[in-house]
Each structure stands twice: as structure tokens, then as C-alpha cells.
């Protein structure tokens, strides 16, 4: 009698968990939260110093403690481009967590994809955490978990012929990209230290989302180990590859459209970028009107930038539509913190056709952009040069064809 032989078992299909931030004045945030299939560890490390009872110097405690705070799981926040979802990082947030055994987590900005305001599905999943019923608290919970159910939809007559069309919730809503800076991304770093609160963190920010980071409190990074830039360039509009056309856009057109609509319709227009908040985008363009970008318009944070000490990684990509030479300017706008900023040409270094100002989170980068310069620099905390770059991307598209 012959066994036929037992198929693996397959492997339950992963689902992040939804979780609700709350800003720092009170905005509720949709977030995701990506766990490790592996063991999470985010205990308090201990330091094991000599019997005797000569106390420890400060560099003695570091020495001792960084074997146990490397054991630790690192949590990685990822921070938006202008107008685009959380969801538009869902492959590289699932490569972090399943494949280098990160903890992640995503989030929508104020007036941005689910961070909508008054609405009503984070306000029930606020209420089931406040209860302690959302499995998704962050604290080292199995990812097998579900999530909360979804509010009762409310009921309505299908009779009803005088119902009016709904209205955007984005009209009237007031919202800048000072708030996403001030009060959403604080409010982020929050969550994740009042739950992962030994754990190092890496900050990946995309575009706006690494303009922002700077300009923030050392209290709030004060776990923060290493930040990552992916095509965080400067906006300014004589720096852009077509400046008339970017002038047109921002000073013209757009606050014509912005003024009509009452909010500014981009996924309506362009079917490229989300709907933003009015505010949103009038800061975007009041930036884009000073040579110093960001600092330009906000001078108020240069102090932090100054103060800014976090190890940060900047890559950006040669045929990047909106600038592709200013992320250098950027850097230097964060002056007193070890840097490296890496140009790439994608069909010369990568042999790839195109790489652009948001190709980089596409599933096409991972084995040449992801297991290289991703890997190197989220693990071993080494960062790339172009060089490396290039010949590792040769290994793995060699690899690739085995």
C-alpha cells in the first residue's frame, strides 16, 4: 500500500491589523499595524554589570545594555508622501514585517484616505480600545487576532427620492501640512512609545513625510535610531524639472481649483495623488515659493532641524518627475547629524526603466532596492554608496534568473 504524501499546510493568508492614532489634539488617525510572524521581543533590557559595587559609567551601561537592545524588535513608522494613502506602502510594509521581522506601522494624515474628519468608523474603534477590545494594541499581540467589527451601517428609505448628493467631507474641514507635522506625526511617535516603549525605531519617510520629521521635539524621537529617506527633494519651483509648468500649477491653476471646489480634488483631476484638505495643499504651494522650502515658509523650525542628531540614509532617483536633483538640499537643511544622500539612474544602475519620485515602494524594487540598500541599512545600519548599489542590484538580478 502506497502513502501519497502530505502537502505542507498552507500558510493562514496575513492581515494587518487596523488601529486608531489620536493626534496631539485629539484628530482620530487611521493607522495599520503590521506584526512579525516570528517571536516579538519589546521587553526592558536589563544591564548585567559586575558583582562588584562600583557603579557603572554612562559608557559602561551602553556597553552592557546594546547586546539586549539589539534583541529587540524594531518598530518602523512610515510617513507619507503628499497625497497618497497608506495603503500605496503595503508591500514594502509587509516586506519589513514578514520578511526582516520589523514591526510597522502606517498611518493617513488628517484630511488624507480613512482620516477623514468626523468620521465615524475611528470613532467606534476608539471607543473598543478605550474598552479594551481591539486586539490591535500594539503590546506584542498575536497577528491571528481579528479585528474589531465595523459600526452598524446606519438604515435609510430607499423611497426617499429628495436625498442629496453627499458632500465632501474635505470642504470647510480646516487642515495644513503644519498640522500633519505638529500634531499627526507627534501623535504617531506617541503611539508607538506608549507601546513599544524600549524598542528602536526606524523612520522611513516618503517625500513630505521626511520634510516633516526634522521639525519635530527630540522627546518624541528620543527612540528613534536611524532614519530613511526615499525621494525626499525640495519643491521649490525653480528647482523642479519644468519650472513654468510647476509655477502654472502651483500659483495659477490649482488655487483657482482649490477656491471652486473648497478643497483640492487631485484623485478627481489627476487620478495620481489623493484629495486634499484646501489648507494641505496651499501649504504644499506657500513652500514651494521659497529657495530654503520648508524652512522657508516655517523658519520657526530651524532650531529643531539644527538640533536634529539621527543617523539619516537619503536615496533619490535620476528620472524623479518632480525634481530629481535637489534631495542634496534637503540634507542640508539638517546640518548636524551624520548623513549620506545617494543619487541613482535607474537604467544605468539598476538596469530598470524607471524608478520616478514613488517607484521605489513598488513591488519591481525588491530584489534590487529592497535586499540591498532596505537591508543594509534597516539591519546592519550600513548605508549604500551608488557603487554598492549597482553591483549589488547586478547579484540579484543574476540571482533572479536562476
Known sequence: MTSTPSSPPKKPDYKPQPIVITALDGFLLSGTLYLPPGPINTSAPRAKGPSSTTPLSDLSVGATLKPEVDALTRVVIISSATATIQDFYYKFAFYLSQELGMIVVTYDNRGVGR?????????FMKAEIDNNKNPASGSGSSHTSTPPPLPPKPTHSSSNKDTQPKKNPLIGFEATIVDWGTKDLPGVFSWVLKHYPHSPTIFTGHSVGGHLLPSLDSYYTRNLERVFFVSVNSAYWRNMNSPLFTYWFFFIASPLINKHYGYYPGKTLWNSMEDLPKGCFETWSYWASFRDYMLGGNPEWKLNFDLFRVPIYSIYFSDDDLSSTSAPSIMGAIPNTQRRCVGVDPVRDLNMKKVGHMGFFFNQCKQ??????????????????????????KTESSYARL
Not at 482620516?115 to 470613532?123: I, Q, V
Not at 534590487?368 to 542590484?393: H, P, Y
Open 368 to 393: 534590487k532596492l529592497w535586499k540591498t540598500v532596505v537591508q543594509a541599512w534597516f539591519v546592519d545600519g550600513q548605508g549604500l554608496d551608488r557603487e554598492t548599489i549597482s553591483e549589488r542590484a
Open 115 to 123: 482620516s477623514m474628519p468626523g468620521d465615524e468608523t475611528l470613532a
